[in-house]
């Protein structure tokens, strides 16, 4: 049986950047704090953490003074920043650049007093982020139907988290367009994550199964799964090797091996060995 790992799933560069500013400060130093999970894939994070990463949550950020902190690629409010200033903390930034880019229009157009409405998971790092740049008067919605909920006496601007789907982001811009309002439209998702909606699904089309490795975490995971799913319904999720099913591949003849902008490559080469050990027992 073929089985086949997408050259184009793993890491995106922002991820690929923090994780390399990570172990080249754990490599000198032995230790640094990271605010939050480096990225939504605990195999990762869990290797990491044998290397000297301490993961806190802003809540033990508040009570460190004196230490070195990471900014992990999903970026920061500016309360952040804030905090590390008066606690003495050197900080490593991390933060995605697209990310940044997306922080300061958002900021500027906040500053222009038009209604800011982001396309997000609620309670998403990134998203936290976001709403910090408005002092949290952002409006976050998960789908088209909350449009219609949205009370529009303000000049609209809509933004997006950066690794949401384009095809969802572009129907709630039809349902903006559709009222009438003064509306901005802002697409801000990062091409490095749109671009890969088209490619898996060429490559979920190409095999019998497709096994698409993601943190549970992850957002940017669930969005791309939905992709490979609507393709092939031969489609499983999975975070490790443990959750492989046997009878996935009775009778099958390719396997494909994806995952999201969070999931490393070796989980997915660790994965596609055990493919070939579980499809011949």
Same mark, same amino acid.
């Given at each position: ?46 290797? %990491?953490?044998? /290397? +000297? ?12 003074? $004196? *230490?070195? #902190? ?48 982001? %396309?997000?998971? /609620? +309670? ?12 949290? $008067? *952002?409006? #976050? ?66 095999? $019998?199964?497709? #096994? ?70």
């Amino acid at each position: 049986m073929l089985v086949e790992i997408d050259k184009n799933s793993g890491f995106c560069f922002g991820v690929v950047y923090a994780i390399e500013m990570a172990e080249d400060f754990l490599d000198e130093n032995g230790s640094l704090y990271c605010l939050g999970d480096i990225v939504h894939n605990d195999k990762e994070v869990n290797r %990491l953490q044998a /290397k +000297g990463l301490q993961i806190i949550d802003h809540e033990q950020l508040k009570e460190l003074h $004196d *230490a070195t #902190v990471l900014i992990r690629a999903h970026g920061e409010p500016p309360e952040t920043y804030r905090i590390a200033m008066e606690n003495n903390l050197e900080l490593v930034d991390a933060s995605c650049p697209v990310v940044l880019k997306l922080q300061n229009r958002v900021r500027n157009a906040y500053d222009e007093d038009r209604q800011i409405v982001i %396309l997000g998971k /609620k +309670g998403h790092a990134e998203v936290n982020g976001l709403i910090g740049q408005t002092q949290q $008067d *952002a409006i #976050v919605i998960t789908t088209e139907e909350d449009v219609e909920k949205l009370e529009l006496d303000k000049p609209i601007s809509l933004f997006s988290q950066t690794t949401k789907s384009t095809q969802l982001l572009y129907r709630i811009k039809e349902r903006f367009e559709e009222k009438g309002v003064d509306f901005k439209f802002n697409d801000t998702i990062c091409r490095q994550v749109s671009n890969r909606e088209p490619e898996l699904r060429k490559f979920s089309e190409r095999h $019998d199964v497709i #096994v698409f490795v993601s943190g549970k975490k992850s957002s940017n995971g669930k969005a791309l799964y939905g992709t490979c799913k609507e393709v092939n319904p031969h489609s499983y999720f999975i975070s490790s090797k443990e959750e492989l099913d046997q009878s996935w591949f009775a009778g099958m003849n390719s396997v494909g091996i994806c995952g999201a902008t969070s999931t490393p490559m070796w989980l997915m080469e660790e994965i596609a060995g055990a493919i070939g050990e579980v499809a011949v027992v």
